[in-house]
Each structure stands twice: as structure tokens, then as C-alpha cells.
């Protein structure tokens, strides 16, 4: 295979890992405000409190991905993104923080609370205007430092806030029980339904402003061969809405979420491929000297199945629902 080409699907693969699996504890956080009791939000906290710094593993490994095998992209991301990067971060610092100190705090909980809650908003609104402004394109270095913050950077901001709360529903589903499962659940189907009319708006959009994806999936027979993505978008969304109804499956919902992102996530890089940037930088204009990414191959190799071990190992050990007498650590 082509090593840039290798490379462009690894790095996908790690995005798309980090968005499902930081995706739900960041949700968790943009939650906060629907489950106001004490006793709720520590069990918030228990549920997440075993996975949530490993899932940012993979936001490590696709950074590292992107800076050694498509330098150029890297510097033409970074030096457009500096703001909304560095707030992102800030947020997932004060997020991180108020995770731990939480556990320990009395008098001053609320206030991490509120940490938590603002960082986990805050890093997901970033990392979704991040996603429109790399979408929507522009010429890297010639931008100014607000210039990537447009009408549809900021919708898709809200947009990955309104993914990532639904996933967190789901998997309150998956490790709850009770009045918690419950409101889980009821939350998670209205927020099916503004995900589903939010995935037809940004398409649209998408469609009418980039004529490059536009004609990716009109011309020809593409739209034929493409069609399975959008309909099975609509299927999962359906099936969804009604596994969250009345008395919810337990582990089903998450799995179809999961499925939702999957899809979106190949429809994004059906339209983009094989742009990194789009009317700009292809993977293969981007990618480092094939040297480079030859001498990067063992260390993929070894560490690459190491992390996906851990990761199943540690799902597979907390398994099954969060119990009232659990502890955080």
C-alpha cells in the first residue's frame, strides 16, 4: 500500500477513535446541568472515572500521526487554528482538574462542577469549530486569527456539543439504572432528533458551498454508489429514537450512536478525499519523505496494537452497569 496513503487511514482511525471514546465523558460534562442532584453527578463521575484520560491517548496519537507523517498539513492547520487549538485546551486542562479535584473537594464541589461542565463545553465547541473551519477550507497563512470562526465553524461547534451530550445519554444508558437511566434516555431522544436535523443542515451546507464535494456525489453514478451512507444514517437515527423509548435496550443505543458518528465520519471522508486541507494540501502533497515514513512504521507497529489492547482490556474489565457502592479510583 501506498504509505501515505496507510498513514491518512490511520490517522482517521485515531480521530475517529478519540471522537466515540472522549466523545461520551465529554458529553458527560456538557450534561452537568440536567442531573443537578449530588448523588447523580457522582455517579456521572464513577462511570467515566476509569477510561476518560486513556480515551485522550488516541487525541495524542493522531496529533503525533499528523505532525510526522503530513507535516505540511500540520503546520497549515496549526497556523490557522492557534486560538480555537489553545482555548480547546485550556478547556481540557480545567476539565482534567475539576475531574480530580471533584473526587476530593467538600465545600468547593459546586464550583468544580461548574469546571467541568465549562471544560468539557468548551474543548467540544472548539474541536467542532475546528472541524467546520478545516471543512470549509481557506488559504493557511493568510488568514487572520478570527478568520476561522464563521457562521458554519460555529454551527458545527454546536453540533459536535449536541453529538457528543446524545453519545453521553447512550452510554448513561449502558452503565445506569433508574431514575438516572431513565432521564438519560428521555434526554437522548430529543437529542436524536436534533442530530438528525442537524446532519441534513450541515450536509446541505456542505453541498452548496464546496463544489468539490458537491461534485463528488453528483457526478456520474456517485450519488448510487454513495446512497447507503445517508440512508443508513436515517436507519440507525430511526432505530435510535426507538430503542430510547419507554423502557430503553440497555447497550444498543450506544452501539447505534456509535454507528451514527461511523457513518458521518465516512461521509466526511468520501467529500474531502484526499484533501487534508481542502482546496489545498492532498495527503500525498502533504506527507513527509517516504523515508520518514518508512522509519516511523516500527514504532506504529508496536505501539499501535499496545494501545488498542489496553483499550479493549480496560472496557472489558469495568464492563456493565455503575453500582451505587462503587468508588471513583
Same mark, same amino acid.
Given at each position: ?25 465529554? *458529553? /458527560? +460534562? ?8 449530588? +448523588? ?20 495524542? #496519537? ?20 492557534y486560538t480555537p487549538i489553545i482555548i480547546m485546551l485550556i478547556g481540557l486542562i480545567f476539565r482534567g482538574v475539576a475531574f480530580e479535584y471533584r473526587f476530593k473537594a467538600h465545600r468547593s ?15 467540544? #465547541? =472548539? ?7 478545516? !471543512?470549509?477550507?481557506?488559504?493557511? *497563512? ?9 457562521? #458554519?465553524?460555529?454551527?458545527? +461547534? ?14 448513561? !444508558?449502558?452503565?445506569? &439504572? ?57 436507519? #440507525? ?31 466526511l471522508v468520501v467529500g474531502l478525499f484526499p484533501y487534508l486541507i481542502p482546496h489545498q494540501l492532498t495527503l500525498w502533497e502533504a506527507s513527509a519523505p517516504d523515508s520518514s515514513l518508512t ?12 494501545? =488498542?489492547?489496553?483499550? /479493549?482490556?480496560?472496557? &472489558? ?10 468508588? *471513583?479510583?
Amino acid at each position: 500500500m501506498d504509505l501515505a496513503l496507510f498513514y491518512y487511514l490511520l490517522l482517521g482511525f485515531a480521530v475517529l477513535m478519540y471522537v466515540v471514546l472522549d466523545g461520551f465523558d465529554l *458529553g /458527560l +460534562g456538557i450534561l452537568y446541568p440536567w442531573f443537578k442532584s449530588e +448523588g447523580e453527578r457522582d455517579h456521572m463521575m464513577r462511570s467515566i472515572s476509569h477510561v476518560w484520560d486513556g480515551n485522550e491517548t488516541w487525541l495524542v #496519537f493522531g496529533g503525533v500521526v499528523l505532525f510526522a507523517a503530513f507535516p505540511a498539513a500540520y503546520a497549515g492547520i496549526l497556523s490557522t487554528m492557534y486560538t480555537p487549538i489553545i482555548i480547546m485546551l485550556i478547556g481540557l486542562i480545567f476539565r482534567g482538574v475539576a475531574f480530580e479535584y471533584r473526587f476530593k473537594a467538600h465545600r468547593s464541589k459546586h464550583l468544580w462542577d461548574w469546571a467541568f461542565f465549562l471544560g468539557s463545553a468548551v474543548a467540544t #465547541f =472548539c474541536q467542532g469549530t475546528i472541524l467546520g473551519a478545516v !471543512v470549509q477550507g481557506g488559504k493557511a *497563512g493568510d488568514q487572520g486569527a478570527l478568520d476561522w470562526l464563521t457562521p #458554519f465553524s460555529v454551527f458545527t +461547534g454546536f453540533a459536535l456539543m449536541t453529538a457528543y451530550a446524545l453519545l453521553a445519554c447512550c452510554y448513561l !444508558v449502558m452503565k445506569s &439504572r433508574g431514575e438516572i437511566m431513565a432521564r438519560s434516555a428521555h434526554l437522548g431522544r430529543k437529542l436524536v432528533i436534533a442530530l438528525m436535523v442537524i446532519l441534513v443542515i450541515v450536509s446541505l451546507w456542505t453541498l452548496y458551498a464546496n463544489t468539490e464535494v458537491r461534485a463528488r456525489w453528483f457526478d456520474g453514478i456517485n450519488f448510487i454508489l454513495l446512497l447507503p451512507l445517508p440512508l443508513l444514517s436515517a436507519l #440507525f437515527g430511526w432505530l435510535l429514537y426507538r430503542d430510547l423509548d419507554g423502557d430503553p435496550h440497555e447497550t444498543r443505543p450506544f452501539w447505534l450512536a456509535v454507528g451514527l458518528f461511523i457513518l458521518g465520519f465516512a461521509g466526511l471522508v468520501v467529500g474531502l478525499f484526499p484533501y487534508l486541507i481542502p482546496h489545498q494540501l492532498t495527503l500525498w502533497e502533504a506527507s513527509a519523505p517516504d523515508s520518514s515514513l518508512t522509519f516511523l512504521l516500527p514504532g506504529i507497529l508496536i505501539f499501535l496494537p499496545l494501545i =488498542c489492547a489496553y483499550t /479493549l482490556w480496560g472496557y &472489558r474489565i469495568f464492563s456493565g452497569k455503575v453500582e451505587d457502592f462503587e468508588e *471513583g479510583y
